[in-house]
């Protein structure tokens, strides 16, 4: 059964179409990332997921069944900015909002306590929200978010104001989730971050789907002919190579139209180069975006 | 909040009583003099407290005064039996003369016109003619069980007052709390969870019983402080009587247009995109909350014109307008039942209209829709 499945929605607001006849599907134990440039309807579509606007047209399934009061218990939210109560004390908002999902008070104090603790927030429970720092605050957002055993968590900019130490950790909670058959949805402004989390993309600009897919698929279809290189050596001229682009710490070639990555290899082992890098590049998820993104603007 | 009104009503019972304590003497001693111009003012110049003394020539008179013999005196005209006019001089900046003077002034004009030419015990009717006693009679011709009388208006404008006061208070709560809600994005994390009219009639509900508590707190409270009163308002209070529907009435109206407001606060928070905003406009709304207290006095000599039922069944000023008629009339019962019918309807209309509207606003954040938008968007809703 798939988690989530779109089919052809619409959304405009007053005369502005901002989702336009949308539609994708995110299965189950699947990281899904969402990407886009800002204002192209990532956020809408995410509401209309959850259930916070309808849209106009189109259907929203989740888990086989259409929208409700009670799919809602299913679902878990990760807004983009924090949504929490300034004066409530930390381990009361996280309860009373598992309570808003459909939890007893008592599991959801066992499990807030077990969360809280497992990222260290412990400490901080009887603090109120607005004296916590903005990543401790992502996190209790987070926690918000997965108390209630969400069958799909929807994510936005989960990891905006973590420092290295949480983004690890929160990474390492989501690959959890995923192993455990929950469907996720991400959706980021970082490349980096969907490049090491996400199975299946979906790109929207201007409400529509751009790019839709497998991300390992869509990378290799947009690869460009360039090897990456670090070696010792002189390398001079190499036929078959019309550009060097320095990057830092390795060499990027970009090859002609004839030549594969192979001949460029034998030519530079035959030049009794010492080659400690070789790798076909593949565009990073970033320069697809721009690529795609800048095209629209043309 | 709930305690402060009971509080600061108790502190203002002690200021007035010290105060009035202080600045009215209980007895007034004073002596005034007379000219007597006319002639045939000589007796009852003895009157209780006040001694009235004759001099000769206002100048004497004049020369007393500033000496401080006396306190103030009055010269009687020669012609004063046509005209009336009685010239009073005094050192002190009065704006009127006190009404003991007043009252001896009158008695001792009147006894002196009148001695020897009727008898004493006339004199004295002359001098205090009407003590009007009222007695109204239902259809049937027996004494009817409430007597009305101007202390029955007392008892509405209190009402009035403090369902203004919660009124703006809980709609201060609840505008405060939706602008927040906004603000923090949390609308996002509540609607993910509930449903908009989950949540709605959840915050009208919360904020009205909130208010219940608030208004059985008062009305505890009151009877003991009317206690703590001096015995002149005690007493007066305790003449009052109203209808023994009365209290129904009140507690039915007071919650009735305690929701209404909120259900208004409500939906001007759905659309405001900051609590400021909302509460300039419902500042709009309370006035038609409160226009029934400006006709009071219209209402209190013309009970039956048709206006104060369009103020009855209209549901903003009904509340307000309903008790204070209870004050002075009865009030039909098809124009109660027709006001109460409306309030329910409107309450729940609102309710059902704002959760259209809500969804809309309440995630535009930062703009503040046009009225047209708003009915726009409530047809399509």
């Known amino acids: 059964m798939l988690a989530v499945e779109v089919s052809h929605i619409v959304k405009s607001f007053v005369d502005k179409v901002v989702v336009n006849d949308l539609s994708f599907s995110v299965a189950q134990g699947e990281i899904f990332g969402l990407i886009g440039p800002n204002g192209a309807g990532k956020t809408t579509t995410i509401r209309m997921m959850m259930d916070i606007i309808k849209p106009d047209s189109g259907d929203v399934t989740i888990l086989g069944e259409k929208l409700s009061e009670s799919t809602k218990n299913k679902l878990g939210y990760l807004p983009e900015e924090r949504g929490l109560y300034k004066k409530l004390k930390v381990i009361d908002s996280i309860i009373y909002l598992a309570s808003l999902k459909g939890m007893d008070r008592h599991s959801a104090e066992e499990k807030a306590n077990e969360l809280l603790s497992q990222t260290g927030m412990l400490p901080h429970k009887g603090k109120r929200i607005e004296e916590l720092s903005r990543g401790m605050g992502q996190i209790i957002q987070f926690i918000v978010s997965v108390i209630h055993d969400p069958e799909l968590v929807v994510l936005d900019e989960p990891f905006a104001g973590l420092d290295p130490v949480n983004t690890d950790l929160l990474k390492g909670m989501l690959f959890d989730l995923k192993n455990q058959g929950k469907a996720l949805i991400l959706s980021t402004h970082q490349m980096n971050e969907i490049e090491e989390l996400c199975d299946r993309i979906l790109m929207i600009n201007h409400g529509r789907s751009v790019l839709y897919g497998n991300l390992a698929e869509i990378k290799s279809k947009y690869r460009s002919n360039s090897v990456l290189l670090e070696f010792k050596g002189e390398m001079g001229e190499v036929p078959g190579v019309t550009e060097k682009r320095t990057h830092k710490g390795y060499l990027e070639l970009v090859l002609d139209g004839n030549t594969t990555p192979q001949q460029i290899l034998e030519r530079l082992v035959s030049r009794g180069m010492v080659i400690n890098r070789f790798e076909v590049a593949t565009p990073p998820l970033n320069e697809i975006f721009l690529r795609v993104v800048g095209k629209a603007h043309e | ?381």
């Open chain 2, 1 to 381: 909040m709930t305690l402060i009104v009971p509080i600061i009503a108790l502190l203002l019972i002690v200021v007035s009583q010290l105060v009035s304590g202080i600045a009215m003497p209980t007895v007034e001693i004073a002596t005034i003099g007379y000219v007597d111009e006319l002639g045939g003012f000589q007796q009852y110049t003895s009157q209780g407290s006040i001694t009235l003394v004759r001099f000769d020539t206002p100048g004497d008179a004049t020369d007393a005064l500033i000496r401080g013999d006396i306190n103030e005196y009055f010269v009687i005209p020669p012609d004063y039996i046509s005209t009336g006019v009685i010239n009073r001089y005094t050192l002190e900046k009065q704006l009127a003369a006190s009404p003991a003077v007043t009252t001896v002034i009158n008695n001792f004009l009147t006894s002196n016109l009148l001695a020897g030419k009727v008898p004493e015990a006339t004199v004295a009717r002359i001098e205090a003619p009407l003590n009007l006693v009222t007695t109204r009679l239902t259809e049937t011709g027996a004494v009817a069980p409430e007597q009305g009388g101007y202390g029955a208006l007392i008892i509405p404008f209190v009402f009035s007052i403090l369902l203004a006061l919660s009124i703006i208070f809980s709609s201060t709560y609840l505008l405060q709390g939706l602008g927040d809600e906004k603000e923090n994005r949390l609308i996002e994390i509540l609607l993910s969870s509930v449903s908009a009219r989950q949540l709605l009639t959840g915050k009208v509900l919360g904020i009205g019983a909130a208010g219940l508590v608030q208004v059985a707190v008062w009305a505890i409270s009151a009877p003991l402080l009317l206690n703590l009163a001096s015995s002149s308002i005690g007493g007066f209070i305790s003449t009052i009587q109203l209808p023994a529907n009365f209290i129904v009435l009140a507690v039915v109206y007071f919650i009735l247009g305690y929701l209404l407001f909120s259900v208004i606060s409500a939906s001007i928070g759905a659309i405001s995109s900051n609590s400021r905003e909302g509460q300039q406009l419902i500042g709009v709304f309370t006035i038609p909350l409160l226009i029934p207290l400006w006709f009071t006095s219209l209402m209190m000599f013309f009970p039956g014109n048709p206006v104060w039922v369009f103020f009855t069944i209209f549901p903003l000023s009904a509340p307000v307008e309903v008790i204070m008629r209870l004050g002075v009339s009865v009030i039909p019962a098809w124009q109660l039942v027709a006001s109460i019918a409306v309030l329910v309807l409107s309450i729940i209309g609102i309710l059902l209209l704002t959760t259209r509207v809500f969804r809309t606003y309440l995630l535009m954040y930062g703009k503040r829709p046009s009225f047209g938008e708003v009915l726009r968007n409530l047809r399509t809703g």
